[in-house]
T-cell receptor, first 110, second 114 residues
């Protein structure tokens, strides 16, 4: 089983839709969780950290479920510019090394 | 532009040749990471420096790969005797002390081994 698993998609949604991605992780000792965004042929950029209590940044909401070992990303009112690959990132306690998922592709169409 | 820079952006080489890539991190960042990314996959960790010390290396990193960060500033990644399977995007990232989780990536070096 991979350490971090994501559905590669693509998720194809119309503008204005709400879309959610999940990411599962296998190491119960994982302590830090993040979502990065990667545009086509560009480098990854941090979208948001995922806190135990959940967190929201504008149209984006991230949540952590430790019992089931997954994190989620919810995007409301999708924009064309949200089209990208969303990478789930997990780091175990005591290590500075993050593990990236393979990413979930989102395509927002008019 | 004071972001992470990488050079070259593209490299085409023949199998068996050696290649070297350079990464210049954001100036005050003491941590520097190298990753490899292939199509349809997320970045895969290769190695990590804190200042000039190489603290971790992936078990996937064969002995053909070596990285240095001699003065704790820029870093180089060398691949000796390249193989076609080395074709990938090589990404460098840096982070601030105490904020290792917020990594800033460079644009990457795309390597094609013929």
């Amino acid at each position: 089983r991979k350490e971090v698993e994501q559905d590669p998609g693509p998720f194809n949604v119309p503008e204005g839709a709400t879309v959610a991605f999940n990411c599962t992780y296998s190491n119960s000792a994982s302590q830090s969780f993040f979502w990065y965004r990667q545009d086509c042929r560009k480098e990854p950029k941090l979208l948001m950290s995922v806190y135990s209590s959940g967190n929201e940044d504008g149209r984006f909401t991230a949540q952590l479920n430790r019992a089931s070992q997954y994190i989620s990303l919810l995007i409301r009112d999708s924009k064309l510019s949200d089209s990208a690959t969303y990478l789930c990132v997990v780091r175990s306690g005591g290590s500075y090394i993050p593990t990236f998922g393979r990413g979930t592709s989102l395509i927002v169409h008019p | 532009d004071t972001g992470v820079s990488q050079d070259p952006r593209h490299k085409i080489t023949k199998r068996g040749q050696n290649v070297t890539f350079r990464c210049d991190p954001i100036s005050e960042h003491n941590r520097l990471y190298w990753y490899r990314q292939t199509l349809g996959q997320g970045p895969e960790f290769l190695t990590y420096f804190q200042n000039e010390a190489q603290l971790e290396k992936s078990r996937l990193l064969s002995d053909r790969f070596s990285a240095e960060r001699p003065k704790g500033s820029f870093s180089t990644l060398e691949i000796q005797r390249t193989e076609q399977g080395d074709s990938a995007m090589y990404l460098c990232a840096s982070s601030l002390p105490g904020l290792a989780d917020t990594q800033y990536f460079g644009p990457g070096t795309r390597l094609t081994v013929l």
